[in-house]
Each structure stands twice: as C-alpha cells, then as structure tokens.
C-alpha cells in the first residue's frame, strides 16, 4: 500500500514531463503511453525488491526510454522510425529549439493546438497528456458522452501521425495562429485543476501548479500577446484563494464565506500587476476581463465590501466578447447580486428554455441559490435537487446537499 502511495505520487509529480519526453522521443503517442505504463508495472515490481530509487522521477524517465527503444529495435518492421537515433541515447529535451525555451511539455501543447487538428481534439489530447485526464473526465469536462471523447482522442493523434506534425514550437511568425488554442487549452487544464470533474477532491494542485507553469512559459515566448498576460493573471488571482476553499473536513466553502485571511496575498500582488501590464497594451481581451473581475474579488478585504456592480458591468463586457450560455449565466448571478435577484431569476429561467445547459450543474445551482436568498425555499431544495442529479466531485456534492438541508422548512 504504502510503495503504490509512492508510485501514485510519482506520477503525480512527474508522470506528464516523462511522458511529453517519450512523446518526442517515439513520435507516437500511443507507444508513448504504452511505455510509460510498462514502466509504472517494472517500478511495482522492482521497488518492493531494489528499494524506492533516490530520485523515482529520473529512474521513470530512465526505464521508460530503454523500453521505448527496446520496442523499436524489436518492432522495426511494424512501426516507423524514431525521430531520434535509435542505437545513440535518446537527445536531452533542450535540443535545437529555435523558441529558446526548454520544455516538451510546452512543445506538447503547441503539437495539440497545431490548426490542422480537427475541432476539439487537440484540447483534448492536451487534457489527456498534459493534465493526465481519464477519458471519462474529459468527456465531463466537454460536456459530451464519454464514446466522443474517445473517437476526439483517436483523431487527433491520427492526424499528427498522419501529417507528421514536428514536436516542437513553432516558428514565430508562425505562432499566432495557434495562440487562441493554447491559452484554451491552459484554461481548460487550470479549470479542472481548480474545480475537478469527476476527482475525489474539488482541487488538483498539481494541475493548477503546471497550468500556472506553463502559462508563465507563454507569457515569456508571447511577449506581445495581452491575452497570454491577461490569463497568467487570471490563474494567479483564482489560485490565491485555493487554502480557503476548502474546510479542514474537506468541505466546500463558498466565496462569500471564505476566511480571506488565508487567501495568498503574494499571488494577489502579482496578479494585479501582471493585469495591469496587460491591460497598458490597450487591447482587453476575455482573459483581461475575467481577469479584472477576479481582481475586484481579491481585493475585497471583506464580502460585503465586494463591488458587485463593477462586476456585473465586467461580466456585460465578457458577454460582447464571449457570448456563451456559462458566461451569460454568471452574468445574471452576478447582475442579481448587484441590482435585483427577481431580476436574475427571470434571466436564468429563460437560460433554461434557451441555452443548451441540460447537463451543467451549475445552472439549477444558481437558480437554486438565487430562491434561496429569496426566501422561496421550497423552489430552491426543487432546483438543489436537479443540481444533485447532474454534479459529479463529491464535494461539490456535499455543498449542495447542506444547502438543500437548509431549505428544509
């Protein structure tokens, strides 16, 4: 129990560099994946028999490119060549990168976000390789059933094999066709970090922790992008609040409760000023926006010193820009906290007719909590309830079954 314990965190802590490394190094995503696996087996049976190595990240890295070679130099006739040579060691990962940049697990993100990937797919090859998502957690994260997902999967790396898309980053007059679908897929890989799916706990730090790493990467290669600025910021801002947001019992605590002296003011700091830099280029973009409305929570010494009315007003502006039915639902809560909750109720309640939402939690939730506070408990537990049916992280769960609890009359 205690040598899996071990290995679980290994691959926590590791796993996605090693395998953005045999990524390059086989050219094959599927063999890569297939040799890490072989390597996870050897540790379980080597570990127990060797001991646990000094440095488990370097021995995973170390065996699982042997068998990478070793499958080649057996397999020759049936697969392609490695990039590499395969009778020399494999190449450290800085090798000849025009970017300057030292990292394949950013190379990584720029091969699924290369434009010749169908719609889709590459963000969710990201979310498998760079955030170590299960398939079933992907699909929740899209929304989708769990069979397109998959077929989303096996696209896209057919079509990198296909088109032979180098792993590397890309030229950089030819960087901003793909910056769009980065800074996508980083918010994406953020986002299940902050607010897991379908994970026995709320938070993936280790998601939010390499999210945030890469995105400082792209700030330093997109020094001209706001947008990269604007995202970075939004991470820090978010992130700040991650020790309040979770009780000692594990529980869920609203923003509205949270103790802020815990919220991480050097992170607060920074955010502010790296929004700031963004928005001197004079070119908002949603990341700013959302950015700025994070701002206005952080530098909230109280709840009720919140300026809901500037928020509000940054949520109309990310509407101009992002006209989803999320971020319109967002809109009307924070339009409620402003202005008048009978005001939103009416807005979420055509978002239920309207808006493709069948399957969000997060929109009975709403309104839930809007009838909450309007005192019209016996519609709130209705909609708890309808939120219950669809929401997938346990605490996420708990949260909404206290607040159900509370209706009771």
């Not at 994260?141 to 998959?150: K, N, Q, S």
Request: aromatic share 6%; hydrophobic share 40%; glycine share 4%.
């Amino acid at each position: 129990m205690v040598l899996a314990h071990i290995l679980d965190e290994v691959v926590r802590t590791d796993g996605r560099r090693v395998l953005a490394g045999l990524i390059r190094l086989t050219g094959d995503f599927d063999i890569a994946e297939d040799v890490l696996q072989e390597a996870y087996a050897k540790a379980l049976v080597v570990w127990p028999r060797d001991g646990v190595p000094q440095n488990p990240g370097s021995w995973l890295n170390t065996v699982s490119r042997r068998l990478a070679i070793d499958r080649f130099r057996s397999q020759r006739n049936r697969t392609r060549p490695l990039q590499s040579d395969v009778e020399a060691p494999p190449p450290t990962p800085e090798d000849d990168d025009p970017s300057g940049i030292e990292d394949d697990r950013l190379r990584l993100l720029f091969v699924c976000c290369h434009p010749a990937l169908p719609d889709g797919s590459g963000a969710a090859l990201a979310l498998r390789t760079l955030g170590g998502l299960t398939t079933r957690e992907i699909a929740r994260a899209f929304v989708e059933p769990e069979a397109t997902t998959a077929q989303r999967l096996v696209r896209a790396k057919k079509k990198i094999r296909d088109a032979r898309i180098p792993y590397e980053i890309p030229p950089r007059e030819k960087l901003a066709e793909r910056v769009e679908s980065v800074l996508s897929v980083l918010y994406l890989v953020f986002n299940e970090g902050y607010a897991s799916t379908d994970a026995p706990s709320l938070l993936r730090p280790d998601l939010v922790r390499e999210a945030i790493r890469l995105a400082r990467l792209s700030v330093a290669l997109l020094p001209e992008q706001p947008e990269a600025r604007g995202l970075l910021a939004l991470m820090l801002l978010t992130d700040s609040r991650r020790r309040a947001r979770i009780s000692e019992d594990g529980d869920l605590v609203p923003l509205d409760m949270q103790d802020r002296s815990l919220w991480d003011r050097s992170e607060i700091d920074e955010g502010v000023r790296i929004l700031d830099e963004a928005l001197a280029c004079g070119a908002p973009g949603p990341y700013q926006v959302q950015a700025a409305i994070a701002a206005v929570h952080a530098t909230a010494l109280r709840s009720e010193e919140t300026d809901w009315r500037q928020i509000s007003a940054l949520y109309i502006t990310l509407l101009k820009s992002t006209p989803t039915p999320v971020v319109e639902l967002n809109a009307a809560v924070a339009f409620g906290l402003a202005t008048s909750l009978e005001g939103a109720l009416a807005w979420i309640e055509r978002l239920e007719t309207e808006a493709d939402l069948s399957r969000y939690h997060l929109l009975p939730a709403s309104k839930a909590d809007v009838l909450r506070r309007l005192g019209r408990f016996e519609e709130a537990a209705a909609a708890y309830e309808q939120a219950l049916a669809l929401v997938t992280n346990p605490a996420e769960r708990q949260y909404l079954q206290k607040r159900l609890s509370s209706c009771a009359i």
